[in-house]
Protein backbone atom coordinates (compact mmCIF):
# COMPACT_ATOMS: atom_id res chain seq x y z
CA UNK A 1 0.00 0.00 0.00
CA UNK A 2 1.27 3.61 -1.11
CA UNK A 3 1.84 5.74 1.88
CA UNK A 4 -0.37 8.57 0.64
CA UNK A 5 -3.29 5.58 0.65
CA UNK A 6 -2.45 4.99 4.17
CA UNK A 7 -3.54 8.54 4.55
CA UNK A 8 -6.86 8.14 2.99
CA UNK A 9 -7.48 5.38 4.51
CA UNK A 10 -6.48 6.92 7.92
CA UNK A 11 -8.82 9.97 7.15
CA UNK A 12 -11.50 8.02 5.88
CA UNK A 13 -11.51 6.27 9.37
CA UNK A 14 -11.51 9.45 11.19
CA UNK A 15 -14.71 10.73 8.82
CA UNK A 16 -16.57 7.78 10.35
CA UNK A 17 -15.37 7.76 13.73
CA UNK A 18 -13.83 4.58 13.17
CA UNK A 19 -10.36 5.01 14.50
CA UNK A 20 -7.95 2.57 15.46
CA UNK A 21 -4.92 4.71 16.70
CA UNK A 22 -6.66 8.24 17.66
CA UNK A 23 -9.47 8.74 20.30
CA UNK A 24 -13.16 8.37 18.57
CA UNK A 25 -14.07 12.19 17.88
CA UNK A 26 -11.36 13.87 17.55
CA UNK A 27 -10.47 16.65 15.38
CA UNK A 28 -9.79 16.21 11.98
CA UNK A 29 -6.57 17.68 10.81
CA UNK A 30 -2.93 17.04 9.57
CA UNK A 31 -1.80 15.88 12.80
CA UNK A 32 -4.70 13.71 13.47
CA UNK A 33 -4.56 11.87 10.38
CA UNK A 34 -0.83 11.17 10.31
CA UNK A 35 -1.37 10.09 13.46
CA UNK A 36 -4.08 7.80 12.56
CA UNK A 37 -2.02 6.53 9.51
CA UNK A 38 0.19 5.65 11.94
CA UNK A 39 2.61 8.32 11.17
CA UNK A 40 4.41 11.08 13.34
CA UNK A 41 2.47 14.19 13.71
CA UNK A 42 3.48 17.16 11.32
CA UNK A 43 4.64 14.32 8.55
CA UNK A 44 1.61 15.60 6.19
CA UNK A 45 3.65 19.06 4.92
CA UNK A 46 2.13 21.36 3.33
CA UNK A 47 4.94 22.00 1.15
CA UNK A 48 4.86 18.43 -0.37
CA UNK A 49 3.25 18.53 -3.75
CA UNK A 50 2.02 14.78 -2.81
CA UNK A 51 0.20 16.15 -0.30
CA UNK A 52 -1.36 19.17 -1.77
CA UNK A 53 -4.98 16.52 -2.56
CA UNK A 54 -5.17 14.79 1.09
CA UNK A 55 -4.58 18.43 2.39
CA UNK A 56 -7.60 19.93 0.59
CA UNK A 57 -9.46 16.25 1.56
CA UNK A 58 -8.67 16.98 5.23
CA UNK A 59 -9.40 20.29 4.88
CA UNK A 60 -13.09 19.88 3.95
CA UNK A 61 -13.48 16.92 6.10
CA UNK A 62 -12.88 19.69 8.86
CA UNK A 63 -15.34 22.10 7.53
CA UNK A 64 -17.77 19.30 7.24
CA UNK A 65 -17.24 18.17 10.95
CA UNK A 66 -17.62 21.77 12.27
CA UNK A 67 -20.91 22.11 10.99
CA UNK A 68 -22.06 18.67 12.26
CA UNK A 69 -20.54 18.89 15.44
CA UNK A 70 -22.83 22.82 15.95
CA UNK A 71 -25.75 21.39 14.24
CA UNK A 72 -26.84 19.28 17.40
CA UNK A 73 -26.22 21.56 19.80
CA UNK A 74 -28.71 24.03 17.67
CA UNK A 75 -30.95 21.25 17.80
CA UNK A 76 -30.82 20.07 21.25
CA UNK A 77 -31.44 23.86 22.03
CA UNK A 78 -34.55 24.12 20.16
CA UNK A 79 -36.16 20.99 21.27
CA UNK A 80 -35.67 22.49 24.90
CA UNK A 81 -37.21 25.60 23.93
CA UNK A 82 -40.21 23.47 22.63
CA UNK A 83 -40.34 21.03 25.41
CA UNK A 84 -40.12 24.59 27.84
CA UNK A 85 -43.09 26.13 26.34
CA UNK A 86 -44.90 22.40 25.89
CA UNK A 87 -44.69 22.47 29.96
CA UNK A 88 -45.73 26.15 30.58
CA UNK A 89 -48.93 25.70 28.74
CA UNK A 90 -49.26 22.23 30.96
CA UNK A 91 -48.65 24.66 33.90
CA UNK A 92 -51.03 27.25 33.05
CA UNK A 93 -53.70 24.33 32.38
CA UNK A 94 -53.44 22.75 35.35
CA UNK A 95 -54.12 26.05 37.83
CA UNK A 96 -56.74 27.06 35.08
CA UNK A 97 -58.34 23.76 36.50
CA UNK A 98 -57.14 24.37 39.99
CA UNK A 99 -59.43 27.52 40.17
CA UNK A 100 -62.29 26.32 38.13
CA UNK A 101 -62.12 23.37 41.00
CA UNK A 102 -62.24 26.13 43.56
CA UNK A 103 -64.88 28.27 42.95
CA UNK A 104 -66.88 24.53 42.13
CA UNK A 105 -66.12 24.06 45.71
CA UNK A 106 -67.64 27.29 46.49
CA UNK A 107 -70.63 27.90 44.99
CA UNK A 108 -71.47 23.51 46.00
CA UNK A 109 -70.27 25.31 49.64
CA UNK A 110 -72.86 27.92 49.60
CA UNK A 111 -75.36 25.86 48.01
CA UNK A 112 -75.54 24.05 51.35
CA UNK A 113 -75.01 26.84 53.90
CA UNK A 114 -77.87 29.31 51.87
Not at 12 to 18: D, P
Amino acid sequence: MAMIDEYNDALTRIKNNNPIRVQKGSRINNDTVALEAGRARGSIKKSRKIFAELIYEIENAAKSQTQIDSNPIQNRLEKWKKEKEHYRLLYHQALNRELMLLEQIADLENCQNG
